[in-house]
């Protein structure tokens, strides 16, 4: 059973850096494409980025391109979210989500395989 693991969450001032951590274990991580989603209180989850199994495809929302990098480490089963130049507006629940034996890039949260406990971004203005 693949397990997902968030971490690298907290509190930041606006224009502030966070770095998110997504571990990855119960399969092999190769064989799946990943993705990154959020939560605000009150709204729906919704897509922020997206990587193929190789790393070569990469894939962002409107919102969050330019000041986010998603990137991943085959050899580590991990996947990251750099997050730059934070906003109020990206507070939010963050969810790494598992993909299988997809390209990747999938912005649908039904297109997704399983999904980590989520990690708490708060940005202060």
């Known amino acids: 059973q693949v397990h997902l693991v968030e971490s690298g969450g907290g509190l930041v001032q606006a224009g502030g850096s966070l770095r998110l951590s997504c571990a990855f274990s119960?399969?092999?991580?190769?064989?799946?494409?990943m993705g990154w989603f959020r939560q605000a209180p009150g709204k729906e989850r919704e897509f922020v980025a997206a990587?193929?199994?190789?790393?070569?495809?990469?894939y962002y929302a409107d919102s969050v391109k330019g000041r986010f990098t998603i990137s991943r480490d085959n050899a580590k089963n991990t996947v990251f979210l750099q997050m730059n130049s934070l906003k109020p507006e990206d507070t939010a629940v963050y969810y790494c989500?598992?993909?299988?034996?997809?390209?990747?890039?999938?912005?649908?949260?039904?297109?997704?395989?399983?999904w980590g406990q989520g990690t708490q971004v708060t940005v202060s203005s």
């Open positions: 989500a598992a993909d299988w034996r997809h390209a990747g890039g999938r912005r649908s949260t039904s297109d997704y395989d399983y």
């Open positions: 119960g399969g092999t991580f190769e064989s799946y494409a």
């Open positions: 990587i193929s199994w190789s790393g070569g495809g990469l």
